[in-house]
C-alpha cells in the first residue's frame, strides 16, 4: 500500500510555496517526522517532516519548483504497510482540493457561470489585481508558463494611463465551485493611447552595453516586491521627521543592562521604542488603525502588536511582538531578542508574521542620517529609526554634547493628517526623554 503525500495548508492566506531543499531521495528508508524538504513562502521557509515512517518511493517535486496546497509531493510505501492514521486524516484535510485541482487543470474551458478560466497568478499578485482594479484576464503573463507576475499588472497600468485617466467599473461576481477567491468582472475603458494597450513598457536592451546577469525575482523578494507595490499605489505617504535627545535613555538603558547581563537578557533601544510607542498609540488609536476601502469605515484595533523589520540573508522580514501593552520592558526585551534571532537563523514560523497594528524599522545598527520608511499596508504608520550619534546641543543657553536619535513617521494621510503625526511623534519623544515613565508600566 503506498501513500500520497500532499503540501499542507502552510498558514493563513498561503496557497503556494517554492521548493528549496529535497532532503530525501528515492528508495530511501526514513522514520516518521524525520526532515523530508524545505519550502518557502512568501513569509518563511518552512521544513516539512515526513508523515510516516518507510521508503520514499517516488519524489513528484525538484528543487527550485513552485507548488500548491494539495498538490501530490512524494509518494510513500509505509513500513508497517499503512499510513499513521493521525497523520493521514491530518494532511488528508489539510490538503484543499480546490487548490490541487486548480493547480492541475489550466485548460482553455470557460467557467459555466461565464467568467473566463483561471489566470496563473501568486495570491499576493491576485490581490494587488483586485487592489488595482486590474482584469487578470486582460493581462499578458511573463512568467513561466504565461504566469502573471507584479509587473506585469503595473505595466497594464501603466499603459492605460498613458494619454488618458483609466475608469473601470467594478462588478462583484458569484464565487464559481473551483475557486476559492472573490472573482470580479471588469468592463474594459475604451481608450485611444496610439499602441498596443497589452504591451506596457518594454526593458532597454542592457547588454548592448556590458556584460548583464539575470537573477529570478522570486519566494521573498518578489513578495517584498508586490507588497511594496501594493502599499505605495494605495496608500498616500506622507512622512514626518523629528529628533530626540535620549542622553537619560542611554543611561538607563546602560545601567539596566549591567543588571540583565547575569539573566543573559539584551536590553536595545528598539525594546524601548515598543514599550514607548504602544504608551503612544493608545493616546492615539488612529495610528493602530486600517482603512477600509470598501466599506469605507475606519477599524481602530484595540490590541497592539507591534512588526519589527528584521533584514535577513533572504530579505526584509517583518515578524510581530504580540501584545506589547501586557507585558514589561524586561518581557519585551526578551521576545524580541528571541524572535529576531530566529527570523535571522530561518526559524520564524510565518503566524509569528501575521496580525501586526504597526510596524517599526530601526536601521540605527547600521547607519545613516535619516529614511522614509514605507507603511506596511495594511497598517496606517511606520515609525522609522536611524543611527544615535553624539552632537552639540542647547540646552539653559549653554552648549553640551546631547545624543541625538533621528525618527521618521510615515503614515497613511486618508485616516489621518499632519497635525496629527506631529502630536503623536511629539508624545512618543516625551516617553524616550523621561524613560523612568516607561519603567512604571
Not at 510505501?77 to 488528508?92: H, L, M, V, W, Y
Not at 461565464?114 to 491576485?126: D, Q
Not at 524580541?336 to 530601526?362: A, C, H, W, Y
Request: charged content about 20%; aromatic content about 6%; overall charge neutral.
Amino acid at each position: 500500500m503506498t501513500f500520497e503525500f500532499k503540501l499542507p495548508d502552510l498558514g493563513e492566506g498561503i496557497h503556494e510555496a517554492e521548493v528549496i531543499t529535497l532532503k530525501v531521495s528515492e528508495g530511501q528508508e526514513i522514520a516518521e517526522n524525520a526532515p523530508i524538504m524545505e519550502v518557502e513562502t512568501d513569509k518563511a521557509l518552512v521544513e516539512i517532516p515526513s508523515p510516516v515512517g518507510g521508503i520514499v518511493q517516488k519524489i513528484h517535486v525538484n528543487a527550485g519548483q513552485h507548488v500548491k496546497v494539495g498538490m501530490v509531493m512524494m509518494t510513500f510505501t509505509p513500513k508497517d504497510g499503512r499510513t499513521s492514521t493521525i497523520e493521514a486524516s491530518i494532511n488528508q484535510a489539510q490538503a484543499k482540493p480546490e487548490m490541487a485541482l486548480a493547480a492541475q487543470t489550466h485548460s482553455k474551458a470557460v467557467f459555466s457561470n461565464g467568467f473566463k478560466k483561471r489566470v496563473l497568478a501568486a495570491p499576493s499578485t491576485r490581490r494587488l489585481a483586485r487592489e488595482l482594479k486590474v482584469d487578470l484576464n486582460l493581462v499578458s503573463g511573463s512568467g513561466p508558463n504565461g504566469r502573471v507576475m507584479p509587473a506585469d499588472i503595473k505595466n497594464r497600468l501603466t499603459s492605460h494611463l498613458e494619454g488618458s485617466m483609466l475608469s473601470s467599473e467594478v462588478k462583484p461576481g458569484k464565487l464559481n465551485d473551483l475557486q476559492s477567491y472573490e472573482t470580479y468582472e471588469f468592463t474594459e475603458p475604451k481608450l485611444n493611447i496610439g499602441r498596443n494597450q497589452d504591451t506596457g513598457y518594454k526593458m532597454p536592451d542592457f547588454q548592448k552595453y556590458g556584460p548583464i546577469e539575470k537573477v529570478q525575482l522570486k519566494s521573498v523578494r518578489a513578495k517584498i516586491a508586490s507588497h511594496m507595490t501594493l502599499s505605495w499605489t494605495v496608500v498616500p505617504h506622507v512622512a514626518h521627521f523629528d529628533e530626540v535627545e535620549i542622553s537619560d535613555l542611554m543611561n538607563i538603558l546602560n545601567k539596566l543592562q549591567l543588571e540583565l547581563n547575569s539573566e543573559n537578557i539584551k536590553l536595545t533601544l528598539t525594546a524601548f521604542a515598543l514599550k514607548a510607542i504602544t504608551l503612544a498609540l493608545k493616546q492615539f488609536p488612529e495610528f493602530n488603525s486600517s482603512l477600509d476601502d470598501n466599506t469605507q469605515e475606519i477599524i481602530l484595533k484595540k490590541y497592539y502588536n507591534i512588526g519589527v523589520a528584521v533584514a535577513t540573508e533572504r530579505g526584509l522580514l517583518v515578524p510581530v511582538i504580540y501584545n506589547t501593552d501586557k507585558i514589561n520592558l524586561k518581557q519585551i526585551a526578551c521576545e524580541l531578542n528571541d524572535t529576531v534571532n530566529r527570523t535571522r537563523n530561518n526559524k520564524i514560523k510565518p503566524d509569528e508574521m501575521q496580525g501586526g497594528t504597526f510596524t517599526i524599522s530601526n536601521i540605527g545598527i547600521i547607519g545613516g542620517t535619516g529614511m522614509s520608511p514605507m507603511v506596511n499596508y495594511p497598517e496606517c504608520a511606520i515609525l522609522g529609526m536611524a543611527t544615535a550619534k553624539q552632537q552639540p546641543i542647547v540646552r539653559d543657553n549653554k552648549i553640551e554634547i546631547g545624543n541625538i536619535l533621528p525618527l521618521a513617521l510615515s503614515f497613511d494621510h486618508r485616516i489621518t493628517d499632519g497635525a496629527n503625526a506631529a502630536y503623536f511623534i511629539q508624545y512618543f519623544k516625551t516617553l524616550l526623554i523621561k524613560p523612568y515613565k516607561l519603567l512604571l508600566e
